[in-house]
Structures are given as structure tokens and as C-alpha cells.
């Protein structure tokens, strides 16, 4: 064979069984894998109804529709090969033999077709990305967001960017070049500098959107904490609408933070219930206790739990074993549960009396009551917390990195100014140049590729 890349094929749709198993192939042979399995090749883009059969003995494995796209014009740029089996395990597996015995075949490790649309150029780098997170989207303003990224909202900001480096680094270059030549005007280096601060500004703007694209990226983490016993759990459930941590009256038996996730009027909220905080001689425990402290602490809201039913008017029920007070530094909103076995009704209703941004509840967790006003608190909170957040530009650190680097190099090449500096100007403008290319992943990127596909499913 001449053309020695190999072409791979993998499952691309989900867990087996199912009504439809989508297999792709991609690569030189993927026109011999068609040949092989149907007998042919379909007209390109067009959708044939075929009999998927053994190579070897003839036998008909299924009957199901191909497609054939042909490169560049694909997704990967590469030919391709699809086909649109049953979905059974057997089925499936029949397929991949046949497959898999075709000279050059090899299954395709994760995100090894998207690697390619980046290699021949289908995709770069921040489409990518913006591909994984549409993939991993749960909530509608994550998709949006991840939409906006694979059609290249900040990829194509950076390259105009880039570009306007690029030029501005030619007329320091050509200055550099040509100090001697007469009609090379003397200042060319005051309006390279000129277009460095303008966009020096404007990466500095991007920069200061306070994270908010990151934000909606990774959720709003919210930490149900408080004393043992208190109904965490079975507030974490109400919340969840599902029996998601195991309920019972022994203190200390939620040992470990599960995580909830929540589509929170459209926007992703991640609920942690976290271990009973407090203190214990048990070393496993403590680890446990430990953990979820450490989670809670770095949450964006804490919902701090108190028994009700346990308060005796005073307010000594609200604290950790004997060291007291709430170990939390976010912004933290006291739950008084149990209303319904409230001893004293004073507890009840007492949010309208809070003023401060740290907000009192009352609720029932067991029978609902106040779950409500909660409930739109916290979607009211999150509306707040996210606002703006899809328009943002940078839903990553990686291109958060990027941008400050560039802001770091133009800073430093506008230092220099004056005459005699050129040298060093234009060395700062090419390290601003190569950082906004290594964003969109044009430019010398062999380390961060692994860490970007690593995180795709096989097929993708
Ligand atoms: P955690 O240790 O804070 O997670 O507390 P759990 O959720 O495991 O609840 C401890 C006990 O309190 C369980 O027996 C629950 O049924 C009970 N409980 C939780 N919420 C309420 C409530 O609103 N009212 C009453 N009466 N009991 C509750």
C-alpha cells in the first residue's frame, strides 16, 4: 500500500443495545470497506439502502443504510465511510471483524476522527474544544455556549487579532531591514506601537469578563452542609427530585460528597451534599469529613442546614460539633429544615427578615414546605451568577492563558519604545503573535493536543 496512515473505524453512537448503531470508517481504505461489506461504493452524500455482509462466507449480517464521503470535502477531510446498523452487540461485533481483518483497519482510539478534522485543517483548536463541550453540554445555556465556540467565535477573534500583531510586527521588521534606505520613513515604529495598544485593550477587555464563560462551562457548585443529622440528604433529594444520597436517621453516614447535577432554570448547577462536618475520632472518617470541607469551601454557595426541630429558641443549634460558627468563605444561606417538627414556630418564615446577602430559609425537606421559595431563590441566584456568561468569549483557563500572555508580551514590547529597540519590539510582538497562534492551535502545539483529545469518547 502507498498510502500508509491508517484508516480506523468505531462505534460513534451510544451503548449498545440499541435501535440504531452508527459505525465510521475514515481513512484510505474506507472505500474498501464499503466494497467489502456491501459490495460497493454509494454515490457520495447519498443515503443507499444496503445488505451488510461477511466478507469471508457471504452471510448476511444485517440490513442497513451506508453513506460515502468522500475527502476533503468530509469531516474529517479524509474519506469516510458510514454505516447505520442495528444496534445489537452481535450485530456490531460481526461488523468490526469484518473490519478489522480489511489491511491498514485498526480501531480508532478516543477522538482520533476529530484529531484528524484538526490535522487537515476541518477544525482548530477552540472548534475542538467547543466540539467537546457541545458533547458534554447539559443544560441550554451550555449548548449555546458550546455551539458558539465549534463555529468559531473565539478562534476568529484570535486570529483577526493575530493578524493585526503580524502586521504590526512587518513595520517594525522593515524598519529593522531598511534602517539605512531613504524612502523607508523614519516612523514606522509609532504606529506598529499605536496598533499594539489598541489591541492591547481590547484583549485586556475580553480578560475582564470575571470569568463568566468559565463559569457557565463548569457549573455553579452549591454545597449542602451543616451539622450530622440535619436533613442534608433529604434536602439534596428534594432538590434532585430523586433519591440520590441514602437517607437515614444515624449521624455520620454520608461519608463521601456525592454530586447532583441540576438543570436550574436553564443553567447548570451542581449540588455537593457533603459529609456530616464535624468533628470525629474515626481517621476514615475524619478523611471523608476533610473532603467534603475542602469541596464546600470552594463552592460558589452554601446552603448550610440546621435541625429546627432541635432548636430550643435560642441559636446554639446552628455550629460544628464544639468549635462552632460556619467554615465557609462563599456565600453561605442558612437552612433551618424540619419545620414541620418545629418546636418553636418562631423559625418559621424567617427569610423576609434577612437583609444581608447571606439568606435565611425555613423549609421541610421530608414534606416540601418552603421548598418552593428556595427552590426560586436559588434560580434567581443562578440567573445572577451567570448573566452574560454566553456571550463570553473565553469559556476556558487554557485560553484565559493565552490572552494574558499576548497582554504580557504587547505590554513589554510597549515599554521599550524609543529608537534603538526595535530588535526588542519586534521579538515581543512575534511571542504575541505565537501566543494567540498556539490558542486557535496553528502554531506549534504537539503538547497540549494530547490533553485536549484525551478527553473525547472513541467514535468521536
Ligand atoms: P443528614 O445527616 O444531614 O444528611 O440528614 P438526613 O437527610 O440523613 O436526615 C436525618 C433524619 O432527619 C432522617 O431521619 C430524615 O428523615 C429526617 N428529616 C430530614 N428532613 C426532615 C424534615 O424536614 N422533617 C422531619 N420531621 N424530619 C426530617
Given at each position: 500500500?502507498?498510502?500508509?496512515?491508517?484508516?480506523?473505524?468505531a462505534?460513534s453512537?451510544?451503548?449498545?443495545?440499541a435501535?440504531?448503531?452508527?459505525?465510521?470508517?475514515?481513512g484510505p481504505?474506507?472505500?474498501?470497506?464499503?466494497?467489502k461489506?456491501?459490495?460497493?461504493?454509494?454515490?457520495?452524500?447519498?443515503?443507499?439502502?444496503?445488505?451488510?455482509?461477511?466478507?469471508?462466507?457471504?452471510?448476511?449480517?444485517?440490513?442497513?443504510?451506508?453513506?460515502?464521503?468522500?475527502?476533503?470535502?468530509?469531516?474529517?477531510?479524509?474519506?469516510?465511510?458510514?454505516?447505520?446498523?442495528?444496534?445489537?452487540?452481535?450485530?456490531?461485533?460481526?461488523?468490526?471483524?469484518?473490519?478489522?481483518?480489511?489491511?491498514?483497519?485498526?480501531?480508532?482510539?478516543?477522538?482520533?476522527?476529530?484529531?484528524?478534522?484538526?490535522?487537515?485543517?476541518?477544525?482548530?483548536?477552540?472548534?475542538?474544544?467547543?466540539?467537546?463541550?457541545?458533547?458534554?453540554?447539559?443544560?441550554?445555556?451550555?449548548?449555546?455556549?458550546?455551539?458558539?465556540?465549534?463555529?468559531?467565535?473565539?478562534?476568529?477573534?484570535a486570529?483577526?487579532?493575530?493578524?493585526?500583531?503580524?502586521?504590526?510586527?512587518?513595520?517594525?521588521?522593515?524598519?529593522?531591514?531598511?534602517?539605512?534606505?531613504?524612502?523607508?520613513?523614519?516612523?514606522?515604529?509609532?504606529?506598529a506601537?499605536?496598533?499594539a495598544?489598541?489591541?492591547?485593550?481590547?484583549?485586556?477587555a475580553?480578560?475582564?469578563?470575571?470569568?463568566?464563560?468559565?463559569?457557565?462551562?463548569?457549573?455553579?457548585?452549591?454545597?449542602?452542609?451543616?451539622?450530622?443529622?440535619?436533613?442534608?440528604?433529604?434536602?439534596?433529594?428534594?432538590?434532585?427530585?430523586?433519591?440520590?444520597?441514602?437517607?437515614?436517621?444515624?449521624?455520620?453516614?454520608?461519608?463521601?460528597?456525592?454530586?447532583?447535577?441540576?438543570?436550574?432554570?436553564g443553567?447548570?448547577?451542581?449540588?455537593?451534599?457533603?459529609?456530616?462536618?464535624?468533628?470525629?475520632?474515626?481517621?476514615?472518617?475524619?478523611?471523608?469529613?476533610?473532603?467534603?470541607?475542602?469541596?464546600?469551601?470552594?463552592?460558589?454557595?452554601?446552603?448550610?442546614?440546621?435541625?429546627?426541630?432541635?432548636?430550643?429558641?435560642?441559636?446554639?443549634?446552628?455550629?460544628?460539633?464544639?468549635?462552632?460558627?460556619?467554615?465557609?468563605?462563599?456565600?453561605?444561606?442558612?437552612?433551618?429544615?424540619?419545620?414541620?417538627?418545629?418546636?418553636?414556630?418562631?423559625?418559621?418564615?424567617?427569610?423576609?427578615?434577612?437583609?444581608?446577602?447571606?439568606?435565611?430559609?425555613?423549609?421541610?425537606?421530608?414534606?416540601?414546605?418552603?421548598?418552593?421559595?428556595l427552590?426560586?431563590?436559588l434560580?434567581?441566584h443562578?440567573?445572577?451568577?451567570?448573566?452574560?456568561?454566553?456571550?463570553?468569549?473565553?469559556?476556558?483557563?487554557?485560553?484565559?492563558?493565552?490572552?494574558?500572555e499576548?497582554?504580557?508580551?504587547?505590554?513589554?514590547?510597549?515599554?521599550?519604545?524609543?529608537?534603538?529597540?526595535?530588535?526588542?519590539?519586534?521579538?515581543?510582538?512575534?511571542s504575541?503573535?505565537?501566543?494567540?497562534?498556539r490558542?486557535?492551535?496553528?502554531?506549534?502545539?504537539?503538547?497540549?493536543?494530547?490533553?485536549?483529545?484525551?478527553?473525547?469518547?472513541?467514535?468521536k
Amino acid at each position: 500500500m502507498t498510502d500508509l496512515r491508517p484508516t480506523i473505524f468505531a462505534l460513534s453512537s451510544g451503548r449498545p443495545p440499541a435501535a440504531i448503531a452508527v459505525v465510521r470508517v475514515c481513512g484510505p481504505q474506507a472505500s474498501v470497506a464499503l466494497e467489502k461489506l456491501i459490495g460497493r461504493v454509494p454515490a457520495p452524500r447519498y443515503v443507499a439502502l444496503v445488505k451488510v455482509r461477511d466478507p469471508n462466507g457471504g452471510e448476511a449480517i444485517d440490513e442497513a443504510l451506508a453513506l460515502w464521503f468522500p475527502g476533503p470535502h468530509s469531516e474529517t477531510g479524509e474519506d469516510m465511510a458510514e454505516f447505520q446498523l442495528h444496534g445489537g452487540h452481535a450485530v456490531i461485533a460481526a461488523v468490526f471483524e469484518a473490519l478489522g481483518q480489511i489491511e491498514g483497519c485498526r480501531p480508532a482510539e478516543p477522538g482520533e476522527f476529530t484529531r484528524r478534522a484538526f490535522e487537515n485543517g476541518r477544525l482548530d483548536l477552540t472548534e475542538v474544544e467547543g466540539l467537546a463541550d457541545l458533547i458534554a453540554a447539559e443544560t441550554p445555556a451550555q449548548r449555546r455556549q458550546a455551539y458558539r465556540q465549534l463555529k468559531g467565535l473565539i478562534g476568529e477573534q484570535a486570529q483577526a487579532w493575530r493578524k493585526q500583531i503580524v502586521e504590526a510586527l512587518a513595520l517594525v521588521e522593515a524598519r529593522i531591514d531598511f534602517t539605512d534606505e531613504a524612502d523607508v520613513p523614519e516612523d514606522l515604529v509609532g504606529p506598529a506601537l499605536c496598533a499594539a495598544q489598541q489591541l492591547r485593550s481590547k484583549i485586556s477587555a475580553a480578560l475582564g469578563d470575571q470569568g463568566r464563560g468559565e463559569r457557565l462551562r463548569d457549573g455553579m457548585i452549591v454545597a449542602i452542609a451543616g451539622p450530622p443529622n440535619a436533613g442534608k440528604s433529604t434536602l439534596l433529594n428534594r432538590l434532585a427530585r430523586r433519591e440520590a444520597a441514602i437517607v437515614s436517621p444515624y449521624p455520620g453516614t454520608t461519608r463521601d460528597v456525592i454530586e447532583v447535577h441540576l438543570n436550574l432554570d436553564g443553567y447548570p448547577v451542581t449540588l455537593l451534599d457533603t459529609a456530616g462536618i464535624r468533628e470525629s475520632s474515626d481517621p476514615v472518617e475524619q478523611m471523608g469529613i476533610r473532603r467534603a470541607a475542602e469541596r464546600a469551601a470552594a463552592a460558589d454557595l452554601v446552603l448550610w442546614v440546621i435541625d429546627g426541630s432541635a432548636i430550643d429558641g435560642s441559636v446554639n443549634g446552628i455550629g460544628v460539633g464544639s468549635s462552632g460558627g460556619k467554615p465557609f468563605e462563599s456565600e453561605t444561606w442558612t437552612i433551618t429544615n424540619k419545620t414541620d417538627a418545629a418546636v418553636n414556630s418562631l423559625w418559621i418564615n424567617c427569610e423576609s427578615q434577612s437583609a444581608s446577602s447571606d439568606r435565611k430559609f425555613a423549609v421541610s425537606a421530608l414534606s416540601g414546605e418552603g421548598m418552593d421559595a428556595l427552590i426560586e431563590a436559588l434560580a434567581a441566584h443562578a440567573r445572577d451568577y451567570f448573566a452574560g456568561a454566553e456571550s463570553g468569549l473565553i469559556t476556558r483557563a487554557r485560553h484565559r492563558r493565552a490572552l494574558e500572555e499576548t497582554v504580557g508580551a504587547l505590554d513589554r514590547a510597549l515599554a521599550q519604545g524609543g529608537s534603538g529597540t526595535e530588535e526588542l519590539i519586534a521579538e515581543e510582538l512575534r511571542s504575541a503573535a505565537t501566543t494567540l497562534g498556539r490558542l486557535t492551535g496553528r502554531v506549534d502545539v504537539e503538547d497540549i493536543l494530547d490533553v485536549i483529545f484525551r478527553d473525547f469518547c472513541i467514535g468521536k
